[in-house]
């Protein structure tokens, strides 16, 4: 697949034989042949009888294990490479905008102290946190702390307990918004697959729309994030409108009723 399309490197300085490229990554001789066969690597320079590699080999296969470590598979990441025409930086600019976290939030520590504090549960911190690492929420450290993955929904929490809602109600509702947080979620990534990835996939993945798919995956971040929120406004107030009119109207039939009394 890929080997269509990579090219050979040029003459470098840094030239090494199979053996010195397979002493420096770490990797067998045997493996550097099968990434050549799959069209993972560049081919050597030949003089001779002699294959000679450079720093793009070294840099392709550090390339290939991060993708790996990743979840990559080795036939994805020649899909991958393919698509750039080769190109190790474009595949890795791409998958890093696969990886990345849509937020913008940086993660905090906090104790189980601290939380228990902040919930007020006593003996039930135990079970809040387990509910809370089974939403995402949390996410248990080896040192016995934890990382906030939001520190906003952690001061939610914090004023929702000064308001008197208990921390398990809380909860409970962060469980019904995470459920309907994952529907629009997998309604924004079926619309990029559907509208983006499928006709480039459709098109033979042509290297040069690759940046443009990638920079359309960027873009859906803030997109879908402020298509969110504006859509929850609009909701929220209908549903504040809605229901407290109901409530307004259940007191003055009730006041009615006993003034009738």
């Given at each position: 697949?890929?080997?269509?399309?990579?090219?050979?490197?040029?003459?470098?300085?840094?030239?090494l034989?199979?053996?010195?490229?397979?002493?420096?990554?770490?990797?067998?001789?045997?493996?550097?042949?099968?990434?050549?066969?799959?069209?993972?690597l560049?081919?050597?320079?030949?003089?001779?009888?002699?294959?000679?590699?450079?720093?793009?080999?070294?840099?392709?296969?550090?390339?290939?294990?991060?993708?790996?470590?990743?979840?990559?598979?080795?036939?994805?990441?020649?899909?991958?490479?393919?698509?750039?025409?080769?190109?190790?930086?474009?595949?890795?600019?791409f998958?890093?905008?696969?990886?990345?976290?849509?937020?913008?939030?940086?993660?905090?520590?906090?104790?189980?102290?601290?939380?228990?504090?902040?919930?007020?549960?006593?003996?039930?911190?135990?079970?809040?946190?387990?509910k809370?690492?089974?939403?995402?929420?949390?996410?248990?450290?080896?040192?016995?702390?934890?990382?906030?993955?939001?520190?906003?929904?952690?001061?939610?929490?914090?004023?929702?307990?000064?308001?008197?809602?208990?921390?398990?109600?809380?909860?409970?509702?962060?469980?019904?918004?995470?459920?309907?947080?994952?529907?629009?979620?997998?309604?924004?990534?079926?619309?990029?697959?559907?509208?983006?990835?499928?006709?480039?996939?459709?098109?033979?993945?042509?290297?040069?729309?690759?940046?443009?798919?990638?920079?359309?995956?960027?873009?859906?971040?803030?997109?879908?994030?402020?298509?969110?929120?504006?859509?929850?406004?609009?909701v929220?107030?209908?549903?504040?409108?809605?229901?407290?009119?109901?409530?307004?109207?259940?007191?003055?039939?009730?006041?009615?009723?006993?003034?009738?009394?």
């Amino acid at each position: 697949m890929g080997a269509r399309r990579i090219a050979a490197v040029s003459e470098t300085t840094d030239e090494l034989t199979i053996d010195e490229l397979a002493r420096r990554t770490g990797m067998t001789v045997r493996n550097i042949r099968a990434h050549q066969s799959r069209g993972l690597l560049p081919a050597p320079q030949v003089r001779g009888r002699t294959g000679f590699y450079g720093t793009e080999h070294e840099a392709r296969i550090n390339l290939i294990r991060e993708l790996q470590a990743d979840g990559f598979k080795l036939e994805a990441i020649a899909r991958l490479l393919d698509s750039a025409g080769g190109s190790s930086e474009e595949v890795l600019r791409f998958t890093r905008a696969v990886k990345a976290p849509f937020e913008d939030e940086q993660p905090q520590i906090v104790t189980a102290a601290e939380l228990a504090e902040r919930w007020d549960a006593g003996d039930a911190a135990p079970a809040l946190r387990r509910k809370a690492e089974k939403l995402g929420i949390l996410r248990p450290l080896p040192d016995g702390n934890f990382e906030e993955l939001s520190p906003t929904l952690g001061r939610a929490s914090a004023e929702l307990a000064a308001l008197g809602i208990p921390p398990e109600a809380a909860l409970d509702v962060a469980g019904e918004i995470h459920k309907h947080a994952s529907a629009v979620a997998k309604t924004f990534v079926e619309l990029f697959i559907k509208q983006i990835w499928k006709p480039f996939e459709d098109q033979g993945r042509p290297e040069h729309d690759l940046p443009a798919v990638r920079e359309a995956l960027e873009r859906l971040r803030p997109l879908a994030s402020d298509a969110l929120l504006a859509m929850f406004q609009l909701v929220m107030t209908e549903a504040v409108e809605n229901r407290m009119g109901r409530e307004v109207d259940r007191i003055q039939r009730r006041d009615g009723s006993r003034k009738r009394r």
